[in-house]
């Protein structure tokens, strides 16, 4: 059950991340998004018992550090995105970007410097009184991603007020999940305390990710969390999805108005054919096809149907036209006009 639930949150973080880093190449924006749920998703694919199994072949207890580290780079990308989407990017950047660096070290050091680490599963439970380096390497494990967290909340909580709609329902999950995380460190860190003072500690086996107190605060909390974050940086970026794929289809219905304008009259064409974004590309094709409405004669209060026949009626060779002065119109209504043009040209083409 524990494999299944780690597993499953692992990919879903890998699936999302991949698909944040595909647009982020696309748009020049969003990367830290991406490297954060990859790194969320590497770090539950490492953690899963089976994995750690395996992991623990090539060094004993592997999986347990490889998680931790991706946790930890998972944690400062968020953190870095949150503080994007509020406005607050560079403030506090190299504190966090130090604080990153320092933990990691901490980590690495300390974790190749302990001997007789356990194989399989990585559990430290019974190493915290022999072993040092484990103490070190669990506070500051700990104490890094308490701060993160911490900035997390905050920046979020702060933000939500001057939010609204899908945003604000994403810096809520992302509050909520700082909440489950915070939980998740208090209670390790109080697991730890019991280790320290007894004699002969037991393993924290469970059963389940939530079959009592101590294995939700250590497994069902942080997939729980994850989730949240998931959802969290997912959520906000739905609007922009459905606004991409309604400028793709304009795109695509404008196509063959836009084609029959731009033969009639090549000079509407733009040197630059637009930027990298879809938005940018579907403005650049409405100007133009505004622009060779304009010359064909066609006004804004001309109904589509007709507007559609004025332009079938064009010969498809260029002439000579002087172009009115256009007005201006807000971009919904302009989009709404040309699209019904657009169709009404389609149709009438094709009929």
């Given at each position: ?296 004669g066609v006004t804004p209060e001309l109904a589509a149907p007709a507007a ?44």
């Amino acid at each position: 059950m524990i494999d299944i639930l780690f597993l499953g949150v692992g990919f879903f973080a890998l699936v999302a991340g991949i698909w944040r880093a595909v647009r982020a190449r696309r748009t020049g924006a969003g990367t830290g998004l991406a490297v954060s749920l990859i790194a969320l998703g590497a770090a539950f694919c490492f953690l899963s018992n089976r994995a750690q199994v395996v992991e623990s072949e090539l060094y004993p207890s592997l999986g347990r550090l490889l998680s931790n580290l991706a946790t930890m780079v998972a944690a400062y990308g968020i953190g870095l995105t949150v503080a994007e989407i509020s406005g607050t990017r560079d403030r506090g950047r190299r504190t966090r970007l130090v604080a990153l660096a320092a933990a990691l070290t901490v980590l690495v050091v300390t974790f190749f410097s302990t001997s007789d680490l356990p194989r399989g599963i990585g559990l430290f439970d019974e190493l915290y009184r022999t072993h040092p380096t484990l103490v070190v390497y669990v506070f500051a494990y700990t104490v890094y991603l308490g701060f993160a967290v911490i900035d997390i909340g905050i920046v979020s909580a702060v933000t939500i007020r001057a939010s609204g709609g899908a945003l604000r329902a994403g810096l809520t999950l992302l509050l909520l999940a700082s909440a489950f995380a915070v939980a998740y460190l208090g209670g390790k860190v109080v697991a730890t305390i019991k280790a320290l003072q007894s004699d002969h500690p037991a393993k924290a086996l469970c059963g389940g990710p939530f079959s009592t107190l101590p294995c939700a605060l250590d497994v069902g909390f942080p997939a729980v969390s994850v989730l949240l974050i998931v959802l969290g940086l997912t959520i906000p970026a739905v609007p922009g999805l459905v606004a991409g794929r309604r400028d793709a289809r304009t795109l695509r219905l404008l196509r063959p108005l836009r084609a029959h304008l731009t033969r009639r009259f090549p000079e509407i064409v733009r040197i630059d054919p637009g930027g990298p974004s879809r938005r940018e590309r579907l403005l650049t094709a409405m100007s133009e096809t505004n622009d060779g409405l304009i010359l064909a004669g066609v006004t804004p209060e001309l109904a589509a149907p007709a507007a559609a026949r004025l332009v079938r009626a064009l010969p498809d060779e260029p002439g000579e036209t002087v172009p009115p002065v256009a007005g201006t119109e807000p971009f919904a209504a302009d989009v709404a006009r040309l699209r019904a043009i657009a169709r009404a040209f389609r149709s009438g083409t094709a009929g």
